[in-house]
């Protein structure tokens, strides 16, 4: 019978050889060669595409024609959209983001 102690061990282990090689891959493919124009452009683009989704994602289900009209969430994404121009810190903007709106939700 194996230990309670081992299965998430073992489930641990797997998970961080599974990101470390999804980490290395990148170099092991490309490594000291130019990188392809394609995945420069990818480089670029897609940060600012998935954060445009994820705020999409976040925004759905949120009732602009209802009280309190969106008004915790709006709030909430200027402070992070100033923060983020202002400081060009990501966890500050995420962290003070994120204590805005649960405040804001409670008040």
Same mark, same amino acid.
């Given at each position: 019978m194996i230990s309670?102690?081992?299965?998430?061990?073992? =489930?641990?282990?797997?998970?961080?050889?599974?990101?470390?090689? /999804?980490?290395?891959?990148?170099?092991?493919l490309f490594g000291?060669?130019?990188?392809? !124009?394609?995945? !420069?452009? /990818?480089?670029k683009t897609l940060?600012?595409?998935?954060?445009?989704?994820?705020? $999409?994602?976040?925004?759905?289900?949120?009732?602009?024609? !209802?009280?309190?009209?969106?008004? =915790?969430?709006?709030?909430?994404?200027?402070?992070?959209?100033?923060?983020?121009?202002?400081? !060009?810190?990501?966890?500050?903007?995420? $962290?003070?983001?994120?204590?805005?709106?649960?405040?804001?939700?409670?008040?």
């Amino acid at each position: 019978m194996i230990s309670n102690a081992v299965y998430p061990a073992a =489930a641990i282990a797997v998970v961080a050889v599974v990101t470390w090689m /999804l980490c290395a891959f990148p170099f092991l493919l490309f490594g000291t060669r130019p990188l392809p !124009k394609t995945v !420069k452009y /990818l480089g670029k683009t897609l940060p600012t595409a998935i954060m445009t989704v994820l705020v $999409i994602y976040c925004l759905r289900d949120t009732d602009f024609g !209802k009280y309190p009209f969106g008004l =915790a969430e709006i709030v909430s994404c200027a402070l992070v959209v100033i923060l983020q121009t202002a400081r !060009k810190n990501m966890y500050l903007s995420i $962290i003070a983001g994120t204590l805005c709106y649960m405040i804001l939700i409670r008040v």
